[in-house]
Every structure is written in C-alpha cells, then in structure tokens.
C-alpha cells in the first residue's frame, strides 16, 4: 500500500466552481499536511501546508485534515482558469522530515 | 534573487552516457534533495543533504550519485545513463517549513 494516494484526475470543472482535491494517507504518525500547486513545465511550489487537523483558510483556498479518517483534501472556491495546474498533496512526520507526494490531480477549469 | 536554477533545461542523451545535472541555491538552505517526476507515479526521492559534506540515498538512488561540496552546490550525476532514466528531475531546498524547487531538467535516454 502507498503511503499517501491521490487520484490523479484530470479534472475538468467550469469557472467559479467550487473544486474539491483529495488524498488519503496510511499511517496515523503523519503530522504535518501540505497542498502543492504545479503548473506544466514548472517546479511545484507550495500552497499551504498544515499541522493539525481541522480547516485552514488562506484566500480561496481551504486545506482540511482529518486525522481520524487519514484524509486530506484542498477546496478551492471561485475557481479560474489560473487555478488549472497539477496539484500534490504531501505528507511528512514533521516540517524537517523528509516528504511523501501524492501523484498529483492534473485540474482543469473551463472559462 | 534567483532561488533555485537548474541546468541544463532539457538533454536528449545517449544510454551508456555519463551526465550531470547541477542545482545551485542562494538562499543559503542546509537541506537540498533531488527528486524525479515520472507520470502516474508522482516525485520521487533520489538523494538528499541535511548539510553541506552530507548526503543520504532516498527512495530511487540506485543509478545515481551526488555530492555536496558547498551550501549552495548539489550536483546529481547519472555514471552511465539508462533508458528508464528518463524522466523530469527537480531540485530542491529547505527551510525549517517549505520546500522550494527548482524549475526542472527534462532528460530523455534514448
């Protein structure tokens, strides 16, 4: 079993939907939470990263962890045609542990 | 302030070919990785530094190699290049909480 899975998509929605992004993880040690956003051709970069579970906001974007479920996903509301990238979610025991991605969801949005 | 480059942008090479990839920071990170990008199967560690003079092996490291003589410098070498060594090899460095990557090496082995 993968540590961390990710449905790799694509995914194709219209402008101003709201997108939801999800990944699973398998072991509950798995303390620090993190989206990154990937456009083609370029490094990823990071989006938000979190340690608890619960929502954290940052603008249009929402990460959300339940460690209960070992689930994570990343809500983005609005959604724009600049939002259309590759986003991984990533998993680590702490900030300064090495990271486990996801595969990645290649997202589209519609104008 | 340029982050992190990478060199060269892309490489078509032959196999049996020895090649190396350079990464250079200026952000003066202790940790510096090396990872691959391959479809459907997402980042994947090759070698890590958590300093200077060190470095670990991660998840792929079979067929590679890298140094880190200085803070800013991670070389990744391949010593005689293979087919299922093609791929979109990223660098990156670290502060205490994010990672930053560098912009990306196609490589294709033919």
């Known amino acids: 079993q993968k540590e961390v899975e990710q449905d790799p998509g694509p995914l194709s929605v219209p402008e101003g939907a709201i997108v939801s992004l999800n990944c699973t993880y398998s072991n509950s040690a798995f303390q620090y939470f993190m989206w990154y956003r990937q456009y083609s051709r370029k490094g990823p970069e990071l989006l938000m990263y979190?340690?608890?579970?619960g929502n954290k906001e940052d603008g249009r974007f929402t990460a959300q962890v339940d460690k209960s479920s070992k689930y994570i996903s990343l809500f983005i509301r609005d959604s724009q045609p600049s939002d259309s990238a590759t986003y991984l979610c990533?998993?680590?025991?702490?900030?300064?542990?090495?990271?486990?991605f996801g595969s990645g969801t290649r997202l589209s949005i519609r104008p | 302030i340029a982050g992190i480059t990478q060199a060269p942008t892309s490489q078509i090479l032959a196999a049996g070919r020895r090649m190396t990839l350079r990464c250079t920071q200026d952000?003066?990170?202790?940790?510096m990785y090396w990872y691959r990008q391959d479809l459907g199967l997402g980042l994947r560690l090759i070698h890590y530094s958590n300093t200077a003079g060190t470095t670990g092996k991660g998840e792929v490291p079979d067929g590679y190699s890298v140094s880190r003589a200085n803070t800013d410098d991670f070389p990744l070498t391949l010593a005689s290049a293979v087919p299922s060594q093609t791929s979109v090899y990223f660098c990156a460095s670290s502060d205490l909480d994010t990672q930053y990557f560098g912009p990306g090496t196609r490589l294709t082995v033919l």
């Open positions: 979190t340690y608890s579970s």
């Open positions: 990533a998993i680590s025991y702490s900030s300064a542990s090495k990271i486990i």
């Open positions: 952000m003066r990170h202790n940790a």
